[in-house]
């Protein structure tokens, strides 16, 4: 007895004396992240496209997506993990679907909200309605035109956007906070968000008006002496900037674009970057740093272990995993269900209004030389619409198709399915335009692109590019065709674009050379007139536009 006293008695005064010993493993964290959100409250049509377990020479199409089923993969996700945390990557809103779109997006707002999103780079498409929209959108208030049309008072964003490289030209400071920091057991991570510097390339320009873009890694790495005087070492990138991979969702053989170069020029203190924009899925190491995409539209969730050391407080370790949000696996979240029953209530009306007729799937799938039979399909009911202007081509941005057009089982085709397409609500604007200029438009199409950008063209217009050709010099000077007739380079042409074309987005510059500028209808009134007009229509041939080589 009197041993065993003796030993506790030791033992409670080596406690006494030294404290509490400190842990030494590290501190787990889960960083769950996602990107392109894009109001896709609903799964998206097609899902997410992957190579076939079955036949790796094969892709298939797996359901997946939604908010529901994004709600509920987060929240198992986080499970068991008491240090977690739901970031984003940037266009959460804008290219929306109707839902979404006919309340100004406010109901993608409420819903990553609700399922516990925490901070988000801003993407381009956060400018789409401008920085004063995106300024409500952080923090709430009706619209200051069209009011409060929501099923309740729209309170703003619960979570954070970040937009480190944004800058107020007027007061020198960062339109948004720069970064956002979590603690985990005490050890803080920042985490530092950021859209693409080409942003004013890529939007309409008085969205952007008084604000610059600054380069992305040189923002980034300025910001590095800053967190670590605050004592942070532990720093993760969102960023709104991609790259192009030609693997499978949850690899990265061959990835090229931006995103790249940007990576390889970070501060050696980055370590995990999860990024966006390009709507590829990616899980890579890039000079020694994890660097992810999760897709688009809420098909993916990439989930990411990172090690925390407890006495230095940085990443010793980072892993990633890019999970499909299957809608078979995930169940629907019930909260996010009564939110999307509500909104859809009040678009009912709208949304379900039959337009037209379609007997077969009008897809955005291109052709070798970059035709889809939804930009053909596009380009047609804005020439159609634009005759009264004089109109005799009509050009479409890629970019602005944001879905197939789908049959549905009647044939029959709603509202709702033409604004998935099309769901910028940009006007149609017919200029004139010389043939030499014409022709310098369509070399544009590889000069000063992160990627082509093959515009869709309408009937009775046709030319061939070569790819063996240097950029500038791709298009076939005598090959352009008009009803059969060569385009005349010194003549004068009437053509019909959207107004972000017309204002030189995607970096279409010769359109603000155009003259005798006329002004339309908005391009999705055009798609329906043309629906309702039209009976019913199929897909034709691709060949409009003639790939040589």
Not at 311 to 338: F, H, L
Request: proline fraction near 6%.
């Amino acid at each position: 007895m009197r041993i065993n006293a003796l030993l506790a008695f030791t033992l409670a005064a080596l406690v006494a004396g030294c404290g509490t010993i400190a842990p030494t493993e590290p501190v787990d964290v889960r960083v769950l992240a996602i990107n392109d959100f894009h109001g896709n409250l609903k799964p998206p049509l097609g899902g997410i496209r992957i190579r076939d377990p079955q036949n790796p020479g094969k892709t298939v199409d797996v359901p997946a997506g939604g908010a529901e089923h994004l709600a509920t993969a987060v929240r198992e996700l986080s499970a068991g993990h008491p240090n977690h945390i739901f970031v984003a990557a940037g266009d959460l809103v804008g290219g929306s679907p109707l839902l979404s779109a006919l309340f100004r997006d406010e109901p993608t707002i409420e819903a990553l909200g609700l399922m516990g999103l925490e901070a988000s780079a801003v993407g381009n498409h956060e400018f789409d309605a401008g920085r004063t929209e995106l300024l409500r959108q952080q923090n709430g208030g009706c619209h200051p035109q069209r009011g409060c049309k929501g099923p309740q008072p729209f309170t703003g964003a619960r979570f954070q956007y970040l937009a480190a490289s944004t800058i107020d030209t007027a007061t020198g400071t960062t339109l948004l906070p720069p970064y956002h920091v979590k603690r985990f057991e005490g050890i803080p991570v920042a985490f530092i968000g950021l859209t693409l510097k080409d942003t004013p390339q890529i939007v309409v320009p008085a969205g952007v008006a008084g604000l610059e873009f600054r380069d992305e890694a040189q923002t980034v790495n300025a910001l590095v002496p800053e967190l670590r005087r605050q004592g942070i070492a532990a720093i993760v990138l969102l960023i709104h900037e991609g790259g192009m991979p030609v693997g499978d969702y949850n690899e990265c053989p061959g990835l090229s674009g931006p995103i790249v170069d940007i990576v390889r020029k970070l501060d050696r203190a980055i370590d995990v970057v999860i990024s966006g924009h390009t709507h590829r899925a990616y899980n890579c190491r890039i000079d020694g740093r994890l660097l992810t995409s999760a897709d688009k539209y809420g098909t993916l969730v990439t989930a990411i272990d990172l090690k925390l050391d407890r006495r230095s407080g940085s990443i010793v370790e980072a892993r990633a995993d890019n999970v499909i949000v299957r809608t078979d696996r995930y169940a629907r979240d019930p909260a996010q269900t009564r939110l999307i029953a509500a909104y859809e209530q009040l678009s009912a009306p709208l949304a379900q209004r039959v337009v037209g007729r379609v007997a077969a799937t009008f897809t955005r799938d291109e052709s070798p030389a970059g035709e889809s039979t939804v930009g053909e399909l596009v380009a047609d009911a804005q020439l159609a619409a634009t005759a009264d202007a004089g109109a005799q081509i009509a050009l479409m941005n890629p970019g602005g198709l944001r879905a197939s057009l789908a049959a549905r089982a009647d044939g029959t085709v709603r509202y709702e399915d033409l604004f998935s397409v099309q769901p910028f609500s940009n006007n149609l604007v017919t200029l004139t335009l010389t043939g030499a200029q014409l022709r310098q438009v369509l070399e544009q199409q590889w000069l000063d692109q992160p990627r082509p950008r093959v515009m869709q063209v309408s009937r009775g217009f046709s030319y061939s590019w070569d790819s063996q050709r240097p950029p500038g010099e791709r298009v076939v000077a005598d090959s352009l065709r008009l009803n059969g007739g060569p385009i005349d380079p010194s003549a004068a042409y009437r053509v019909t674009v959207n107004s972000f074309m017309a204002s030189g987005g995607d970096n279409f510059t010769v359109f603000k050379q155009g003259r005798d500028v006329r002004t339309g209808m908005m391009d999705i009134d055009a798609f329906e007139r043309y629906m309702q007009a039209a009976g019913t229509v199929a897909p034709g041939a691709l060949d409009r536009i003639v790939r040589l080589r």
